[in-house]
């Protein structure tokens, strides 16, 4: 059941430390050879040319969605809307500090790759513009203020973004493929106390951990027309 899961998962978190850790040291040493956003969505750019001649997409940046959080959400999505296909997927690296401006900097920097359109929570426009990259916020808005254990941060936020994901897909043009891409993720505080709960925030991001560097870059399609 959900409370099992939550056990597991808080089981699980003890290894964090030490995972974190080896991580870190692993990648010490590589930074500046370290796939980033930019150099991934211009590989899929190119294969994408590559094999079908053609490449038009809409960018869609998740603030804050980190890879395990967005695997979570691609099979809701896959549940949702079997129409729904995966195209390519890879893992990226956030620069360090992990937080949102440090990464804008460096995008714009290595790539003029700025997201610029905000994106209510809940809401898909009508017509999204293929030539803008588009920002979802409302996710590290709530890793910033939540206090829920892992398990249900999780559930909460994959069931509200495979939504509006999914909204977002119905509404794209034949042809067009949605990029799904994020700026950092994040981890759980370890000086956070339950038994205190409001002094210090649950989650963060900004560090080294792989739950923070780790983020998606993912392009999915429709397979077929859907009807309204």
Not at 50 to 74: I, K
Not at 149 to 173: D, G, K, N, Y
Request: hydrophobic content about 35%; aromatic content about 10%; charged content about 25%.
């Amino acid at each position: 059941g959900e409370h099992g899961l939550e056990e597991l998962c808080g089981q699980a978190s003890g290894c964090l430390p030490w995972f974190n850790e080896l991580f870190s040291r692993g990648i010490a040493d590589q930074k500046d050879r370290l796939p980033r956003v930019p150099s991934r969505l211009q590989e899929q750019e190119t294969n994408f040319l590559a094999r079908q001649g053609d490449c038009a997409r809409l960018l869609v940046c998740v603030d804050a969605l980190s890879w395990p959080l967005w695997t979570r959400t691609r099979r809701r999505i896959e549940q949702q809307m079997p129409e729904a296909r995966l195209i390519s997927e890879q893992i990226a690296y956030a620069y360090l500090p992990s937080r949102t401006r440090n990464q804008m900097e460096e995008w714009v920097k290595t790539a003029g790759l700025r997201p610029e359109a905000r994106v209510e929570k809940g809401f898909a426009p009508a017509s999204l513009e293929t030539a803008r990259v588009h920002l979802i916020d409302w996710v590290d808005e709530k890793i910033h203020t939540s206090r829920e254990s892992p398990f249900f941060l999780f559930e909460e936020i994959s069931t509200q973004l495979s939504s509006q994901l999914v909204a977002i897909l119905r509404q794209l043009p034949a042809g067009v493929l949605l990029g799904v891409f994020a700026d950092h993720g994040f981890t759980e505080n370890p000086s956070f106390d339950p038994q205190d709960k409001y002094r210090r925030p649950r989650y963060r991001h900004g560090g080294d951990s792989a739950f923070e560097q780790l983020v998606p870059v993912s392009f999915l399609t429709v397979s077929k027309t859907i009807s309204p």
